[in-house]
Structure formats: C-alpha cells, structure tokens
C-alpha cells in the first residue's frame, strides 16, 4: 500500500513540474525563440566592400545603416577541400552548417543530402522563402532550397526541388532554367501554377500580388545592376520591393516565417572590381536592411542575421583612390563590354570600339598600346575560369587600377576556380531577438547551427 502511495505520489507529483516547465519556460531566464528569422546575404560582401560603399555614398565619417546593428562578429569562411570557398559550398555553410566542398550545394563532402536551416522552420510548421539578385537557382538560394552535387549542371534539377519543397517565397533572376528547353518538354512554371503559385514577370505583377504562394522571376539569368536599370528600361523590382512583398506574403499567417534575402550582385561588381556598382550595389542591400530592421523593430519578435558568404577580389580602399572619377561613370561593367565590336573573323575587339567605350563610359583616354594590351589580357584568359565574363573583368580591372583601386590582380584572378575569392573573414551583424548569440570570431557554420540552437530545432550533424 505503502509502495502505491509512494508511486502515485512520484506520479502526481512529476506531472506539474513537466507542465509547469514548458508552460512558463518564456517566462524564465533562458532567451524564447524568435518568431521569424530573416538572413540576409551580401554576397562577396567584405569589409572593403562596405568601407567603399560607406565612402562613396556618406563620405569619410559617414556610416552604412548596417553598422547600427547591435551584435557584430566575423566569420571564417574556408570550405571542407579549399582555403578559399566558392558561392556553393559558402552558401551550404550557411544554409546547413556543414562544411562541403566547392562546387557542392546542399550536400556534406561524400554528397549525402542534407536539410538546411529553411528546411528545419518548414518543418515546424512555418512559412519559408528565399529572394536573390541572383538567379534562384544558383548558389546561394539553391543552398537553403535543394540539393546537388554539382551546382553547374544541376540549376533545372534545383528549380524542380524548390516546387517539391513548397517554398512558399520565391523571387529572382534565371527563368530560363524553368523553360521547358531547360526542363526536358515540361513548362515548370506550369507546374508551379498547377500547384498553387502565382508566377508575376515584373515589379507591377509584383506590387498587385496578395496570395500567399508566389513564384517571381524577373530576368532569364541575373537580375540587372542597379546602375544599368534606367539605360535598360528595366521593369525589375529592386531588393527592397522584392523583401517587402516577401515578408507581407509570409507574415500574413502569424505562423512565423524564414526569409534568405540575398543582395547577390556585390559578389559580380566585386568580380569586375567595378568598384562604382560595388558602391551602388552594396547600398541597395544596406537600405534593404533598413527596411528589414525597422520592420523587425515595429515586430519585435524577429531576429534579423546579416553576412557574406566570403568576401571577394580583396577590394580595398586605397590612399589615392579617385573616387570622384569613379562616382562619375554611369553603367556597370557588364554595359561597357555590350557596346564593345570583335575585329571581323577576330576575337579582338576593335581599336575604335574600346576606345570609345572607356572614353564614353569610363572618361579615359586609351593608348593604342593599352587597347592591345587589353585585348591580349582577355585572349589569355579565355578558356580559363568564368571565361565568359572576361571582358567585363578586365574593363572593371583597367578603370579600377587607372583611377588607383586596390584589388587581386588580373593573374591571380585568372589562376584559381573562383574567379578571385579571398579567404578573408566577413562581418556578420545581428538584430533582435536572440541577436547577442551573435559575437566574437565564429565560423560561417556557426550562423545556421545559432539560428537552429534559439529556435530549439536539431540540425544535422556530422
Ligand atoms: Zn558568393
């Protein structure tokens, strides 16, 4: 009898203490978890990039909005085979909190697939969504929506997993691989309709859209630089009109929401040492932040994370940078190589053509014995990494040492498989809630891994 008292007692007793646990667990001393989490993603964004952006547009003691942020750290970002990572394996860390090998997307090193950290808030029940600058279908939102061993062939596959995972968000560039060229006969963009998505074009589609399952593709490959939009006539949202509608769409439910936000186009100004749209990019995705913060601020129950996935080219601010010169030049490097003309049954482009392109363009007068040494440069380089994308690097590299930027020279760039990717850490900054998790030297990893940790949610382990 005795011994039954004494269980019931333990029973009785047990019961309480388990409910009263978790019942005023918000109420105790340990952090509760943020509702919504938004990560945002400066691509190639490193501290150069930000002292030339804060320079160019706030002058020398002006300030990006970014640095307000309370919690700031910075983070490695070598990858599991290489020093130096590339866009795949930066934005797996991110995503997963694994370390793979450049090239890789979604996959730890032996390719085994593995749920990211969008993963996980979808299912607990949450709204998740990704948004680039990029195409959606590359790097870094491939990273947080699917998984394939090899990121250059695998863009039509990606696209398929993003409608199998049911993202509820997705808005960017690259619509050409949802073609059905891309998709063995099958419309994709059909099938997304067929399951619920609204597709919008443009950024009134986008304005106009109230659903709650959309699927915004704006460009067949990258979304335009800032600087070129107006000489295009462009119809694309920018990043902050891309966010905006994002987090009006996923907070509609009071479920709580994941959000990737990535301004991917610093990583290509970067690449061109273009440091003009570097400037003009990079304070995109500072305003975007704003705006994100100060949502999450009238909210109160968000964390917000900004960082880079590795920094690139080494852009750095030199002593005698011209930055009048280069605040000048109205076009991305990406434009200027467009209005360049091959020598007939050449791959030279002509004397007459360069040389009106960096007159008009750039205010530089070309030597003729420049013009040729900038037509051998970029014939050395084909057939090397990102070959297609030579001569927009190699206008941005002559404006860029012509007006005394500092940056990875041509030969280094032309050398490695990420097209000039550095090792150097990059800042990370967080806001609210669960934000002071956020400090000290951490790796890339560490960024998903904490996000997982506030929420209670177990992620992968190796
Ligand atoms: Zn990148």
Redesign the pocket.
């Known amino acids: 009898m005795k011994k039954i008292f004494m269980m019931l007692l333990v029973f009785v007793l047990s019961l309480p203490i388990c409910s009263i646990g978790s019942a005023f667990s918000p109420q105790s001393n340990t952090v509760t978890p943020p509702k919504n989490v938004i990560l945002m993603v400066g691509?190639?964004m490193g501290v150069g990039q930000l002292e030339v952006a804060s320079l160019f547009e706030h002058g020398k003691e002006g300030k990006l909005f970014l640095e307000s942020l309370p919690q700031v750290a910075l983070a490695r970002t070598f990858s599991n085979n290489n020093s130096v990572t590339d866009?795949a394996a930066?934005g797996t860390a991110l995503a997963t909190g694994i370390k793979t090998n450049n090239g890789m997307l979604g996959v730890s090193p032996d390719g085994t697939e593995v749920d990211s950290i969008l993963d996980l808030f979808k299912q607990h029940g949450k709204k998740v969504g990704v948004i680039s600058t990029h195409m959606v279908v590359d790097?870094?939102p491939a990273a947080f929506t699917s998984s394939v061993k090899n990121r250059w062939d695998g863009q039509p596959e990606i696209a398929r997993q993003q409608l199998k995972n049911e993202v509820d968000v997705i808005l960017g560039g690259g619509s050409h691989f949802f073609q059905p060229e891309q998709q063995g006969g099958v419309d994709l963009i059909k099938k997304y309709q067929e399951k619920g998505y609204t597709y919008v074009r443009n950024r009134s589609e986008l304005k106009k859209y109230e659903g709650d399952k959309l699927l915004g593709l704006f460009h067949p490959s990258y979304m335009s630089f800032k600087l070129d939009r107006d000489d295009l006539e462009s119809e694309e949202p920018n990043l902050i009109e891309m966010t905006k509608k994002a987090i009006e769409v996923l907070s509609k439910e009071d479920k709580g929401f994941f959000l990737m936000v990535e301004g991917a186009r610093i990583?290509h100004a970067s690449h061109a040492t273009d440091l003009t749209s570097i400037w003009k990019e990079t304070i995109e995705f500072d305003d975007t932040v704003k705006y994100v913060v100060n949502w999450a601020n009238r909210d109160q129950e968000t964390l917000v994370v900004v960082v880079a996935?590795?920094e690139t080219m080494g852009i750095t601010l030199t002593e005698k940078l011209n930055v009048e010169a280069l605040k000048k030049i109205g076009v991305s490097t990406t434009f200027i190589a467009s209005q360049l003309k091959k020598k007939n049954h050449s791959e030279e482009y002509t004397t007459k053509s360069v040389r009106q392109a960096f007159k008009n363009f750039a205010h530089i007068e070309l030597t003729d014995q420049q013009i040729h040494s900038f037509n051998q440069d970029i014939i050395r380089a084909r057939g090397k990494v990102y070959s297609a994308f030579q001569t927009e690097w190699h206008i941005g590299s002559t404006i860029s040492n012509y007006y005394h930027g500092g940056a990875i020279n041509l030969e280094n760039r032309t050398l490695g498989n990420t097209g000039g990717h550095s090792a150097n850490m990059v800042p990370v900054f967080a806001y609210g809630k669960g934000a002071s998790i956020f400090n000290g030297v951490i790796n890339n990893t560490d960024i998903p891994k904490n996000i997982a940790h506030l929420m209670g949610y177990e992620m992968y382990r190796e």
Do not use: Q, R
């Open positions: 691509d190639g866009s930066g790097a870094t990583d996935d590795h």
